[in-house]
């Protein structure tokens, strides 16, 4: 039995680390399987729970026949006793239940949030290229919520099932007919409803996918917030997202609309055989087939079996929201790291040579990579680090669907998995194979990837801050000193960060650095990956938001720091190239001309690229 608070661990090497992806429902039988031991306290509880309702009227009719009518007050006390024993019995049993379901709750919520942030950590910069980070957010949050009103709707059915069975066996030892009744007529009462489930599933994906897409926007709006004011297209975005949450405000009606039915049909159908077994218990006691107190009784089971009957209605709607929920998780959980890595040992200073551009990286060298079209040389960084390119256009396009219904709507569902298959099959094509970058002779793809990440890294404009201390930032890891991190924060040039902030290391720094300057944030993320110390580290145009004067102090100071260490820098400013070992010019991707940057300068190419930003700098 799990401990209380639940311990959740989603990192091990165990079942909970595993979850059956295959279908959605698959996904939840998972989610029961792990939870079997407090499902089965559920269960079991539930019933006792749900037995006061069940046991009340027959033990109500046998204190009116043996006591009440023949005038035996002890008979009376008697059943009455019982009676109140059942319901203290049925009132601990509820506390205890009632426990047990903040304990799957909460198992079932952590447990996917954890499952989540594992899966996050595992696939890296090839998340993003799965889903947007508003749908990550939503399963993390709404969708690991209703896992847990998953398993506690399950374990509350079993226990109204085991009840509805006992009023049932009860019912035909008094009256088979009434029982008869009860047994044909509840699956034809639950099954009515089914109709409305399959709009109900329709109209749930629809705000599902809405919602996520809104997270999406609210995201993208408030890490861009910056650039949107200085363009001002604020007012632009804003308007694009109150269009969104409009349509979301529409699903989330329609939704509610078909809840409301499939409640309503409860209601009612259970209404309807409430007042049929009345009628009917009535003519069995006019007709001498009934006493007076099995009556009563009779009417106390057609009370009680509104609650299993609207618990079974219940369940359905909250099954079809768990796989809504399920079909939504399992597309991140799902996938897999497309690369293919062996086990060659890597040696600690590697050479590294990539065959697509012809760059050789020399161990121990300060190498910059120049290029006209700066995609060229961010394409470099990424085959260094074995990142997948960057995808282009946009990730996805759900053409409306959300308004779509039926067949229609399969059909947009269907149509954007098979884009997200295909760029799965795209990334398995370039990661399973050769990679076309090799250390020491040795591809990539033979190397071990966790040992391949610990010697290169890559630090580039997309790198952010985290929400937490300035030292948290600059050391995020805890494993450095104090002296060490101010030496990378010297060489970083940032120092005003230290002392503008209050507290110094440990003054706070907003999520994604938002109370900091363009150029302070580069600046932390440098100092940051220059604490981490790798044997090669590559860096990204790391003083592009930086004037010149901090620049010229960033590149004086950052190639004395990794002198002796493996370093390559794509930039064209020439400061940063007046200190580097060598130079690599870049034309058309491939390697035409290397040197320093003296040297270099004679070549035309390299002068009007370089030319430009040493007009900038005047």
Known sequence: MHDFPPRVDAYTPAETSRPDTRSPARFLGWLLRVQWDVVALLGVTGLVWFLPGALSPLLLGKAIDSGVLHGDMWATLGWAGVLTLVIVVGAAAGIANHTFVVRGWLIALYGTQKLVTRKAVQLGHVLSRRLPTGEVLSISSSDSNTFGQTIEI??????????????????FTTSPPLGWVVVIAAPLLVGAASPVLRPLNHAQTAERTRTGELTSMATDIVSGLRILRGIGGERTFGNNYAALSQKVRRLGVATGTWQAVTETISVLLSGL??????????????EG??????LISFVGYALFMVWPLQTFFEFAEKWVQGLVSARKAIALLAPELPFSEGAEPLSPRPRLVDAVSGVAVEPGRFLAVVSAVPEESAALADRLGRYLPTLQGAQENDDDDSELRGRRARLARESREARRAEVAERDRDLGGGEWGVS?????????????????????????????????????PWGTHTLEQAQEVLHAAAAEDVYAGLPGGWQGRVDELGRGLSGGQRQRVVLARALLLDPEVLVLVEPTSAVDAHTEARIAERVVEHRRGRTTVVMTASPLLLHHVDEVSLLVDGREVARGTHADLLADPRYRSIVGRGMEDDE
Not at 273 to 286: F, Q, R, T
Not at 289 to 294: C, D, F, K, N
Not at 441 to 467: E, H, I, K, M, N
Request: charged share 15%; proline share 1%; hydrophobic share 55%.
């Open 439 to 475: 250390a020491d002779g040795v591809d990539y793809s033979r190397l071990p990837l966790a040992s391949l990440r610990r010697t290169v890294v890559v630090s580039d404009t997309a790198s952010q801050l985290f929400a937490g201390t300035l030292q948290q930032a600059v050391d």
């Open 154 to 171: 399950v374990s509350r059915t079993i226990g109204a099932m085991s009840a509805f069975v006992l009023v049932c066996a009860l019912m």
């Open 273 to 286: 055989l409430l007042v049929a077994l009345v009628w009917l218990g009535s003519h069995e006691m006019l």
């Open 289 to 294: 087939r009934l006493s007076v107190g099995q």
